[in-house]
């Protein structure tokens, strides 16, 4: 590209980021009633290849005052260095948080709680989790909004992300904790424990049992075109544990089990096991139900009732390819996308069937992103294209999960998925502009 064309592509990026920015900024303000959200190109949060630091977020209600944020760190991607005058070699990273009301705010309602923490690591005594655990001021009845920014201090890197802090009631999710019990591993939400045993804690009162409800559910696929399937509701089998904080539980069937306190209620707490590797797709078989994306119900049909599923599948993205490295290049990129739906946008389904899967696997990581406390803004820029395009998910309340995003279905959107399919069908792999 010679240096005319390369600064004509360079002004009308920068053109389409300022026509995004100011189209944003009317949509945060055409409704005043709501508090303004910091705008901010938060494509991070989704794009492994654009931070060094990837945090898990959760929340426990401790008292009707007080909730701990939990915030889960891998100290091997932190910079450590020897800029200090121990002359050790040391990571610094700083927590922050910032807390605004979502609804049922109290008469008593105060300013937000609002703080920062900082923490240092020795790389000599590295381990491979580290767990912050920083009480917020929350009061029971309200819902609110988190805003964390974590930062690598010797990197001067940070990733911010928004969270939903639900204190309405004492049954929800966040009045549980999760462990292994092999190892005491704290899990953070989505509770993904495979056939492992775990042990359950709860925040209030001392309940003798606890009521499982069993999901045997195959979720169907969402379709760019028609709403997303709704979670069933009817459970399979229900049946009462013991409780105390000690016993170990196991669930050896693939499925999704619902934990309550009073059966009463409708929310609770969502333990998923969705196979011995997940969020990782390696074996034949599990290769094969993402590729319903790139096919009609005919070839998929004949794909899986293929005697050697390795080979099927195999010929499958041949198929797509020229040659064998091609074909390599593609299945890579392709389960890449698969497992990191899984990692981000697990629900009530694998990560992969959800609606923000279902886009991430077909177009990648999106390359603007903007976020409020309901809604999530994805936005593409086609190669070769001066025509960026979005997508827009909104939060769906649900007692089985608290990451429940819903595609806003539209012809435009159904246009660009076509070709964005056909590209894959010719061994084209969707690419934004650089």
Request: hydrophobic letters at 35%.
């Amino acid at each position: 590209m010679n240096s005319k064309l390369k600064r004509d592509h360079l002004l009308n990026k920068l053109i389409k980021y300022i026509f995004l920015l100011i189209s944003v900024l009317l949509l945060f303000t055409c409704n005043t009633s709501k508090k303004l959200v910091e705008i901010r190109n938060m494509s991070r949060i989704y794009n492994p290849g654009r931070t060094y630091l990837h945090p898990r977020v959760d929340f426990f209600h401790d008292t009707e005052e007080l909730s701990d944020l939990i915030v889960k760190l891998f100290p091997v991607e932190f910079l450590y260095n020897e800029a200090n005058e121990d002359l050790q070699f040391l990571a610094r990273v700083k927590v922050e948080y910032k807390i605004t009301w979502l609804s049922g705010v109290t008469e008593d309602y105060t300013e937000p709680d609002t703080a920062s923490v900082v923490y240092t690591f020795d790389r000599n005594k590295m381990k491979d989790r580290f767990y912050a655990q920083i009480p917020l001021k929350a009061k029971t009845g309200n819902q609110y909004h988190v805003k964390v920014v974590i930062t690598d201090l010797n990197r001067k890197f940070s990733i911010t992300n928004y969270y939903r802090l639900d204190k309405r009631n004492k049954y929800s999710q966040q009045n549980f904790q999760v462990f292994q019990q092999h190892d005491n591993y704290l899990l953070t939400s989505p509770y993904v424990v495979g056939n492992n045993l775990f042990r359950l804690k709860y925040a209030h009162d001392n309940p003798d049992s606890i009521y499982v409800s069993y999901y045997n559910y195959d979720a169907p696929l969402p379709k760019i075109s028609s709403a997303t399937p709704v979670f069933k509701n009817k459970p399979d089998s229900t049946w009462k544990w013991p409780y105390t904080e000690k016993i170990p539980y196991m669930i050896p069937d693939l499925g999704l089990y619902h934990i309550r306190i009073d059966t009463s209620q409708s929310e609770g707490l969502t333990i998923l096991n969705f196979g011995e590797f997940y969020p990782l797709v390696k074996r034949p078989e599990e290769m094969i139900p993402p590729i319903q994306y790139l096919t009609n119900n005919f070839e998929y049909q004949n794909i899986t009732q293929h005697k050697n599923v390795k080979l099927a599948i195999d010929n499958f993205w041949l198929s797509k390819a020229e040659n064998i490295e091609r074909a390599r290049e593609l299945i890579r990129i392709y389960y890449n996308r698969v497992y990191f739906s899984n990692y981000y946008f697990t629900s009530t389904r694998e990560g992969w069937k959800t609606d923000r899967g279902m886009v991430y696997i077909i177009y990648g990581p999106p390359e603007a992103i903007y976020k409020t406390a309901d809604k999530e803004e994805w936005i593409y820029f086609p190669e070769n294209s001066q025509d960026p395009f979005s997508y827009f998910f909104t939060y769906h309340e649900s007692p089985f999960s608290m990451n429940e995003y819903r595609l806003s279905r539209s012809e435009s959107e159904t246009a660009a998925w076509k070709d964005a399919l056909q590209a894959w069908q010719k061994g084209d792999i969707f690419k934004i502009s650089n």
